[in-house]
């Protein structure tokens, strides 16, 4: 992972939850784009998080888009995040 996770987007691709973070440099790019821009490329992400098994991205894969809804709601509340990002693998116990 190249750098901490500043936002996170939860979102569905071929039947898949996936949730995806973006680092700080990459939500400031993103923001800065017009919205159907910033839309192809966190769709692009979300085709790649649906997909990657590689570690090296900030995406996790859900059986549906609701558990990755959650998934993103755990994370974001600190008495849980801890124990969701161990969950999910993108933080080691």
């Known amino acids: 992972m190249p750098a ?34 910033a839309q192809k490329r966190l769709n692009a992400a979300a085709s790649l998080a649906a997909s990657d ?13 609701g558990a990755a809804v959650l998934a993103a709601h ?5 008495a849980t995040a801890t124990d969701a990002l161990e969950a999910i693998g993108w933080l080691t116990p």
Do not use: K, M
Not at 53 to 65: M, N
Not at 74 to 78: P, V
């Open 53 to 65: 098994t590689s570690g090296r991205y900030w995406t996790a894969r859900f059986p549906d888009h």
């Open 74 to 78: 755990l994370i974001g509340n600190q």
């Open 4 to 37: 901490p996770v500043a936002t996170l987007h939860p979102g569905e691709i071929h039947d898949i939850g996936v949730l995806i973070g973006l680092c700080a440099r990459c939500a400031r790019a993103n923001d800065r784009l017009p919205h159907g821009t």
